[in-house]
């Protein structure tokens, strides 16, 4: 086995820039507190990390399945209050609300997405926008002392007893739901088919299914993975702040998801992750000096620069700088070589 993962590693991880890169950052990732343990950086960096399971949920559905989903926050505040709601009647530990809070997630997921099976992706979006918005407007109007009204419900229990600990739980989640969604939507993937059914989907539904393939099931199959990990991600991001707030279903908590996306790369699992490690980092970094007035104001220009200069997102535009597909065997390779290190096809 370890042999396996050397040569693996040897062979496809150290001859590729891109994969090189992913590979240092999340070694970075997980040595950040042997750097530092100060109150604020630690903080970026666990929410960051809770982010970036949102974000890559959103890319799933909505970039590879081509579900464009403005609602997003609906999974994410429905696991917040399905694992609140779980410690404050029944008193569960997090142990059992969180993985409970995204099935409860994935079910709404499933539920949501019936009406809007048959539409087209302008009015699924316009669907989709309005459902986090009838929830947070239920949940302010229910008695206080079932699910807390205007102020959410506060006090729940910690997701660990030190920041450390939580940043470690919440990071390994968060590798662990990136590989996951990474590999549910690799299309070259010899063993999962679903990447390939998506990209085929979002391409082209009416073809899809004239091939035999049913779009529905795979549509709802979409829904259920984007759901289950964007309220997985709510489900821990209530425990780390210990509580869970109607504001998590503001749809600007649907459309940060999309700007992050947007902004790395959307149809690139990796893009998702660098946009939320850049953006969230950089903007929540700015509140710290005199800019903060100015902080949306920033972050708008800088969206508008890439939509201009790099649409297909920062992440993809640094890989076509550092990588290059043989046109014969579809093999990445470092931008610098003349020939392919496996077929030997000239690259220039």
Known sequence: MLKRLLKDIRFGVLPVPGRLLAVVF???????????????????????????????SWDVLSGY???????????????????????????????????LGALIGTGIGVVTCFPALRLRPPYLSVLTMAF?????????????????????????????????ESYYIIVVLMTISVLIMWKLTDAGSKYVRTGLIFHAIREDEIAARATGINTIRYKILAFAIGGFFAALAGTLFAHYREMASPAYLA?????????????????????????????????DFIRLTPADPYRMLIMTVVIIVILLFMPEGVAVWIRDKIERECPRCKLGNAAWRKECRACSAPLR
């Open 132 to 164: 986090p918005l009838i929830l947070e407007r239920i949940l302010r109007s229910i008695p206080i002392d079932i699910a807390g009204g205007n102020y959410g419900i506060r006090q729940i229990p910690a997701l660990a007893d030190s920041p450390i």
């Open 26 to 56: 999340f070694v970075f990732v997980f040595i950040f507190p042997l750097l530092t343990t100060a109150g604020y950086p630690m903080r970026l960096m666990t929410v960051a990390a809770l982010f970036t399971i949102f974000a890559v």
């Open 65 to 99: 399945s081509g579900q464009v989903n403005f609602g997003h926050a609906l999974f994410f505040g429905a696991g917040a209050y399905g694992s609140a709601l779980l410690y404050k009647h029944l008193g569960w530990p997090p142990a059992a609300t969180i993985p």
């Open 251 to 283: 749809l600007t908590q649907s459309f940060l998801a999309i700007i992050w996306v947007v902004f790395g790369g959307i149809v690139s699992i990796y893009g998702a992750v660098v946009g939320v490690y850049t953006l969230y980092v950089v903007l």
